[in-house]
């Protein structure tokens, strides 16, 4: 399901390597690793001015149309002030602005809340996380993020049409031939329900995907409580190596869109905080492969144009 060349460069090994049913490409050079690029990791300082502290969220985030926002345990889900979706929907995480170790209740009812802001929205939603600011997390205190658009994800494009014609021309599911060639494999993390697998063409640093039994978003209240349980697994194990940082998405498909797909999560690991800059680099750019502009192109030329006159 995938290619890997290996060559020589100097003293190092590197491989390429490409997955067949999406296209895309990596190269893995181990060797890198010895360059320690990752520092040790410093806690986010808190301020008076994070708007997603318990005393100030009520205050500075917008309601839904009807006045309210969703509450469920510590979590507090509303509109995004500055969308980058037709619907997209945030998620305070803990009422704590820092966070050692993440509950299976904390994560579980931010995933439930957020799941009611998406609930009947059409199009292909995804529940995303940047954690920390060398993940591109604009505010440090944990939240998550919910996008619904009418177009899917570059990244999930890719695989709802290799998913298609692996259909077609093998009258199975791609996913069920990936899960039954991985479940004996080196690659192979831990789930039955939900499958657990190290990405063997990775996205980003330790990539790690949870494929699940399921296509689209209402399908997911019954594997909640798992797919948590082995998030904060996976969670544990960046940190036992000593990152943080990182960022999730997790992708679905339109209800009732009979294409072999299977909702799955991407995790990857970044390097740890620099508490000065927050990375331009995010879930969008890293998992959805769709980077998010700020600037017009029109403006850009249009002042490029006024500042040489």
């Not at 990857?268 to 600037?295: C, K, Q, Y």
Request: proline share 8%; hydrophobic share 35%; aromatic share 10%.
């Amino acid at each position: 399901m995938f290619r890997i060349t290996r060559v020589r460069s100097g003293d190092s090994s590197i491989e390429y390597r490409e997955e067949h049913i999406s296209g895309l490409r990596c190269r893995i050079a181990p060797g890198r690793l010895n360059r320690r690029l990752d520092v040790a990791y410093t806690p986010p300082e808190q301020t008076a001015l994070c708007p997603f502290c318990t005393g100030r969220v009520e205050e500075t985030t917008p309601c839904f149309s009807d006045g309210t926002r969703i509450v469920r345990g510590e979590s507090v889900t509303f509109p995004n002030l500055f969308p980058y979706a037709k619907w997209h929907t945030v998620t305070v995480i803990t009422r704590a602005h820092h966070v050692e170790a993440f509950t299976p209740g904390q994560v579980g009812d931010a995933l439930m809340g957020m799941m009611e802001s998406l609930a009947g929205q059409p199009g292909f939603p995804s529940i995303n996380w940047n954690y920390l600011s060398s993940a591109g997390a604009s505010i440090v205190h944990p939240h998550l993020q919910g996008l619904a658009d009418p177009v899917p994800p570059p990244l999930v494009e890719r695989y709802l049409r290799g998913g298609a014609s692996h259909l077609s021309r093998h009258g199975r599911s791609y996913w069920d031939d990936l899960l039954k060639e991985e479940r004996s494999g080196p690659r192979f993390l831990f789930g039955d329900e939900v499958c657990w697998l190290a990405q063997a063409v990775p996205l980003g640093e330790r990539e790690v995907r949870a494929i699940l039994p399921i296509s689209s978003l209402p399908d997911f209240e019954p594997y909640v409580e798992t797919f948590v349980e082995g998030l904060l697994s996976v969670l544990s194990m960046y940190r036992s190596l000593g990152t943080h940082a990182f960022n999730m998405s997790l992708f679905f498909d339109r209800p009732g869109a009979p294409r072999g797909f299977s909702a799955f999560c991407s995790l990857i690991s970044r390097m740890n905080p620099n508490a000065s800059s927050t990375s331009d680099s995010a879930f969008m750019e890293r998992l959805h492969l769709e980077p998010v502009i700020l600037t017009l192109p029109e403006e850009l030329a249009a002042y490029f144009t006024e500042s040489r006159t």
